[in-house]
């Protein structure tokens, strides 16, 4: 099965205009990126989807790919369906472009469930939430999944609820689960993508998820240890330069 990353990169984050471009050790942030995404073996290509062209520019000058996007993309879903539509690929896995510092073997783990005889329409990540102060933060997304472990919802508050227990007492027990930003696509998944009316789940939680979880898509959730940081705002880009400064060998 023919599989692509796609990397969206969109240059006026709300949080941290321009951060695909911010400097991360010496390099921008959408290049680290794409030389992560560059490692997992079973990626046949990678390619940045972005919408403007000072992002363009310096992706294509260190010799990657890029295709140019309409700027009035309202998720990154809706910008790789854009991008796939150039593409001869069979699977497309979502490598969000503010994630320096994504496994590749990650990428190769959720790729090898796209290709099970069972594979799901989408697949994801996540990993165990280990810290109190991430259970009530909205920016964490949490999952939950069923015995076949795929996606029965995604919400920024507290799931599951215990209803007799402080929250923090049940750390540890394989209960609370942040939801890591990657996703596998199939693309007869894409294709119907755009068609598929925005849910209220999707509108009230701000997760684009929602949307195919709420119209009837397989998710396919696998386990991930990653705890690297992503970046969404300044303060994140500190914590990504102090992140990779203490891990030499992410440069290579």
């Known amino acids: 099965m023919k599989t692509v990353a796609v990397i969206p990169a969109r240059y006026d984050s709300s949080r941290f205009p321009a951060k695909m471009l911010a400097d991360l050790e010496g390099k921008p942030v959408i290049l ?25 520019d310096v992706v294509a000058a260190a ?42 073997g990650l990428i ?66 394989n209960l609370f689960f942040r939801h890591l930003g990657i996703y596998a696509y199939r693309r007869s998944f894409l294709e119907r993508w755009e ?12 997760l684009e998820q929602l949307r195919a979880l709420a119209h009837g898509a397989r998710i396919a959730v696998i386990d991930s240890d990653q705890t690297a940081p992503g970046i969404d705002t300044p303060e994140d880009l500190e914590a990504a330069i102090t992140y990779l400064q203490s891990h030499p060998e992410l440069t290579s």
């Open 108 to 173: 190769d783990r959720l790729v090898a469930r796209m290709q099970a005889d069972d594979a799901p329409d989408v697949g994801t990540a996540c990993t165990p939430i280990t810290e109190g102060a991430d259970l009530e933060n909205p920016a964490v997304v949490k999952v939950v999944r069923n015995q076949q472990g795929c996606a029965l919802y995604f919400s920024r508050s507290l799931i599951p609820f215990p209803r007799d227990e402080d929250a923090e007492d049940c750390l540890g027990r």
């Open 195 to 206: 068609s598929l009316d925005p849910h209220p789940l999707e509108m009230t939680e701000k």
């Open 63 to 104: 010799g990657y790919r890029v295709c140019m996007t309409r700027k009035d993309h309202p998720s990154g879903t809706d910008r790789i369906v854009e991008a796939v539509q150039t593409l001869d690929v069979e699977c497309v896995v979502n490598v969000q472009g503010d994630e320096p510092f994504m496994d590749p």
């Open 32 to 56: 680290r990126t794409v030389e992560r995404a560059l490692k997992a073996e079973s990626l046949d290509d990678v390619v940045v989807a972005t919408d403007d062209r000072r992002i363009w």
